[in-house]
């Protein structure tokens, strides 16, 4: 809350939005030369949990599972059956399954550190993480068709079969844009500017509640609350966001990767 009121007023005591400084914090810590800001310390933090939770869900498997590993085994069966096996089938399903299942949960983790108190900021809010996730996404869609059909995949990409030679000629630079350039930048930027928007939105709404509460006083304080009531409805918005994100970037991996194993290729 403190931080809040230190970005919703100033020594004038008039009020102050949230600005993209937000997501360039000063540094907390040095270790070994290496400098850690809130951001990083919030991404090791959602890190551990995820860690935790997986290790303590599944260390002690039972065939008949109590509720915790029932709920790490409903998260993983998600994954498994609704996105890698729906889209890949079992074979590459159970192939891409790792990579697909990790996708999910470290961005549904890392979003949903934006709306945790005393953390505030969702660990894929900085370019670093999606773009990260989105190469990895890049080189794996494309080791698969490689390895798929060595001698076609470029071939096929570039120029789809039962196109008439002369459309080659715009066909061929569209698809090019789409499949190698515009793919890694869309999963990157739906990524990054969903938790970019929805920060900014939830500081706007906890600092003006901050701002009428603390610093304007008086009835002022009636507008707080509805700044206040805003903010606790986009904070529950912004968990469905935070699922939905993780769920499209791992269903648009496994769909590049589904395009890049088809017959065709």
Known sequence: MNLLVQAASSDDGSFHGPSINEFFPPTLFTIGGLEFNRIIVVRFIATIVLLLIFWLGTRRM???????????????????????????????????????????????????????????????????????????????FIYA??????????????FPPGVPWPLYIIVTPIEFISTFVLRPITLTLRLLMNM??????????????????????????????????????????????A???????????AVYIQLAVAEEH
Do not use: C
Not at 90 to 102: A, N, Q, S, Y
Not at 150 to 158: D, G, S, T
Not at 199 to 219: E, K, Y
Not at 243 to 253: I, K, N, P
């Open 145 to 158: 068709g490689v390895k798929k059909s060595p001698k076609n995949f470029f071939k096929n990409a570039l």
């Open 196 to 241: 970019v928007v929805g920060h900014l939105l939830l500081v706007l709404f906890f600092g003006a509640t901050a701002f009428f509460f603390f610093t304007a006083g008086s009835w002022w304080a009636l507008f707080g609350i509805g700044t206040f009531a805003f903010g606790f409805a986009f904070s529950l918005f912004e968990i469905l966001v």
């Open 243 to 253: 699922v939905l994100q993780a769920y499209v970037f791992a269903l648009l991996t």
């Open 62 to 140: 039972r065939l008949i599972p109590g509720r915790f590993q029932s709920v790490v085994e409903m998260g993983l069966d998600f994954v498994r059956v609704n996105i890698a096996e729906d889209l890949l089938g079992k074979k590459d399903g159970h192939r891409f399954l790792p990579l697909l299942t990790t996708f999910f949960f470290m961005v549904l983790f890392f979003n949903l550190t934006g709306i945790i108190p005393f953390l505030n900021i969702a660990g894929t809010s900085v370019i670093a993480v999606p773009l990260l996730l989105a190469i990895i996404a890049y080189v794996t």
